[in-house]
């Protein structure tokens, strides 16, 4: 079973939309992570979160939202999707070096 | 303002030869740097790192090596495989330091490679 989950794995959606992107961690890493990734731009971190208790915008955080629901649960919320924000989304995982991503929800806002 | 950048966005290399991928970075206060690889329909994958305090690192067919006085690192793969195409992603990071920044990692924008049996 994979360490990271991502649910759900590709999604299509309408402008003004409320959209919710699920990550389940089994590492038992207390730091997790979201990312977009756009062509040509690499990854772009949108939230962070050290614990459950601790919750940090990244360099791209407007629009969207996040919830740590548990140490193993990080969920991401753009609450009126719009079309700039199609992309590939990941979450990873971290305990201190190297973190551990997600196989990646595909976005489409139409 | 890109402070990791990959200014290759793409590399062709014959199978059985080197592949060297390469990365700049403007914050001389990163203490850490990696190296993710990534295939289509898939998440980044850890390949290797390096502390600012060595300048190679070597794991198998792949060593990393940095230079902090430009700023520069580098990915060579040898010998390259067709299994090696992917597109590869440097990052930079705060490992010991870096305040409000400490675990962060920062990626340059990717190099496709494409290994040629």
């Known amino acids: 079973d994979a360490d990271v989950t991502q649910t759900p794995r590709n999604r299509i959606t309408k402008t003004g939309k409320r959209i919710m992107l699920e990550c389940s961690q089994t590492?038992?890493?207390?730091?997790m992570y979201w990312y977009r990734q756009d062509p040509g731009l690499g990854l772009r971190l949108i939230y962070y979160s050290f614990d459950v208790k601790d919750i940090n915008k990244g360099e791209i955080s407007d629009g969207y939202s996040v919830s740590r629901q548990a140490q193993a649960k990080f969920s991401l919320s753009l609450e009126s999707a719009i079309p700039n924000q199609t992309a590939l989304y990941f979450c990873a995982t971290s305990e201190r070096g190297e973190q551990y991503f997600g196989p990646g929800t595909r976005l489409t806002v139409t | 303002d890109q402070q990791v950048k990959q200014n290759s966005p793409s590399l062709s290399v014959q199978e059985g030869r080197i592949s060297i991928l390469n990365c700049d970075y403007t914050n001389s206060m990163f203490d850490y740097f990696l190296w993710y690889k990534k295939y289509p329909a898939e998440g980044p994958t850890f390949l290797i790192s390096i502390s600012s305090i060595k300048d190679k690192n070597e794991d198998g067919r792949f060593t990393v090596f940095l230079n902090k006085s430009a700023k520069h690192l580098s990915l060579h793969i040898v010998p390259s495989q067709p299994g090696d195409s992917a597109v590869y992603f440097c990052?930079?990071?705060?490992?010991w330091g870096g305040g409000t920044s400490y675990g962060k990692l920062t990626f340059g924008q990717g190099t496709i490679l494409t290994v040629h049996p």
């Open positions: 990052a930079a990071s705060f490992l």
């Open positions: 590492k038992g890493h207390d730091r």
